[in-house]
């Protein structure tokens, strides 16, 4: 079963995770698929990126079942890091206007995917956790991002007590800027594109060429020094064990060391 579908049409890109109802967890296959995605609606000249799900879910984040059954954790860790990261890249540098439709959980990297738009549309049912240290590994793909969009200790109360912020929260906070009833979430997300392919595309690319660049002109060399470190957690005790104790469902045990 595809993990991507892919629609082009009247200058938008729609770019649908397919497995919402299993969470769209990540793995290098679904990652491949976003950025051959992304990298499609630039071929195609797109205006608008819309990324979206289909299901009870956004994103879960990383395929956690797959870390715990792989023969090389850190290296897979690394490989996903890398992959998701240059999704990550592509989004903030494209000259369309990136707009997230989010259901339900965006939860780990799925955190990273909905705030890499430049436009986040909310149902009332998405939230919003990073969730990594629980599992004993740092976050990956979402510093630079979230520290311009949500502030430096609330991010922090996200990484270290794992809360989750509802789309009213996110909201509040900048990151979101349409929050609606779940089933008007399709429709608040083309009125959103709607506006956005009324406007000029030259302009709004180069606005949001030089707002991000004002927020952080290399957001790679943070991206990198992210995956680095969750390698780096991933061979640790404590990581290994965040994982097998997520994958068993039970507490984990740290030796926090």
């Given amino acids: 079963m595809s993990t991507l579908d892919y629609d082009f049409s ?64 850190p290296l897979l860790v690394d490989d996903l890091a890398e992959m998701l990261h240059r999704v990550v890249s592509e989004l903030a540098h494209s000259p369309a206007v990136v707009v997230s439709a989010v259901q339900g959980p965006a939860a780990g990297a799925g955190f990273a995917l909905a705030a890499a738009a430049d436009i986040v549309v909310a149902a009332e049912s998405a939230s919003f956790t990073l969730a990594y240290t629980r599992l004993g590994l740092s976050h990956d793909g979402s510093s630079t991002l979230l520290v311009h969009s949500l502030g430096l200790h609330r991010v922090l109360q996200l990484v270290l007590l794992n809360d ?62 992210e995956a680095l470190s969750i390698r780096a957690l991933a061979a640790t005790p404590d ?3 965040g994982v097998a104790a997520f994958a068993e469902k039970r507490p984990a045990r740290f030796g926090g060391s």
């Fill in 10 to 73: 009247n200058g938008v890109a729609r770019l649908t995770m397919a497995a919402g109802d299993r969470g769209n967890a990540l793995d290098l296959e679904s990652t491949t698929a976003l950025l051959e995605g992304v990298r499609g609606a630039h071929a195609d000249g797109a205006r608008v990126i819309v990324l979206r799900s289909r299901g009870r879910f956004f994103c879960v984040g990383g395929d956690v079942a797959g870390f715990a059954a792989a023969d090389d954790l």
């Fill in 164 to 225: 989750r912020i509802s789309a009213a929260e996110a909201q509040a906070a900048g990151l979101v800027a349409r929050v609606v009833p779940d089933d008007e979430l399709e429709a608040a997300t083309e009125t959103v594109v709607d506006t956005l392919l009324a406007g000029s595309a030259p302009a709004f690319a180069a606005a949001k060429r030089l707002m991000r660049e004002t927020a952080e002109r290399n957001p790679e060399s943070v991206m990198r020094r």
């Fill in 239 to 241: 990581g290994q064990e």
